[in-house]
């Protein structure tokens, strides 16, 4: 498996707090099958993100763990005006993997209704926006079908691994199973921050999906995909997205008992 969100570095953000405890996230990773880690730390106004400083970070990091799992850069890109003007200027800095790929976070309870302006002008920057954690997003709890108007658009999904099975409230795990369902994710990755309350694992997600929807689904979800990623190509083909029952539907889903 492949984890294209996780906080190992240490001392950038609210992650790892030590290169100790970054160590051992890297380790428990490894022996949950995990090969390769995108280090994504927040860019936002609450952590200056430094670039310079991220790489060496990486590199001290990859050190002490050892060639696995593989280490590699990326961030948790908040979607401020200021931010978009850099990203458009200097991708490299901010993508997965200095590729095309860029990892996009909302406020928890906020969207701004210029959402699709803001999509529209980083993908004709030649960016491919992934949605971070949609399902944990109180606007989107609400209103769960716009996911389905980004990802028409062109925009990818990335559900926390916890969100699946039940670390993040009900309603984010029967969101995260109806996108599911519906062909509306394109990834699970940890968002792990520390070794205990929010751990870099991804395994027992891999399993939960591979029983919903089948293990070559759960490979292409928790490693094809990702690969893809990180090599910056395309994604392989998956199932086609399924458009959105009406409003009633979408939240009786949500409601069921």
Known sequence: ?????????????????????????????????????????HCNYEYPFQPNVNQEKLGELQAAVGQEPKLLLGCDFHLSYDNIREVTKNRGSFTINGGRYLLVEFEDQFIPESMDHVFYDLQVA???????????????????????????????????????????????????????????????????????????????????VAAQKGKSEAERLLRCNQAAVIEDKPLPLGPEPLAPQPTKSWFSWLRRS
């Open 1 to 41: 498996m492949i984890d294209i969100h996780c906080h190992p570095l240490p001392g950038v953000d609210d992650g790892a707090k030590s290169v100790d405890e970054a160590a051992e996230m890297c380790r428990m990773a490894a022996s949950d099958g995990i090969t390769h880690i995108v280090a994504t730390p």
């Open 126 to 208: 030649g960016l491919v926006p992934i949605l971070t954690h949609p399902e944990r997003n109180a606007v989107l709890h609400r209103k769960p079908e716009m996911v389905y108007q980004w990802v028409a658009r062109g925009c990818l999904v990335q559900v926390t691994a916890q969100s699946l099975t039940g670390r993040f409230g009900t309603t984010a795990q029967r969101l995260s199973e109806m996108w599911l369902a519906r062909n509306l994710v394109h990834f699970f990755a940890s968002d792990a921050h520390d070794t205990k309350r929010r751990p870099p694992l991804l395994s027992i997600c891999y399993d939960r």
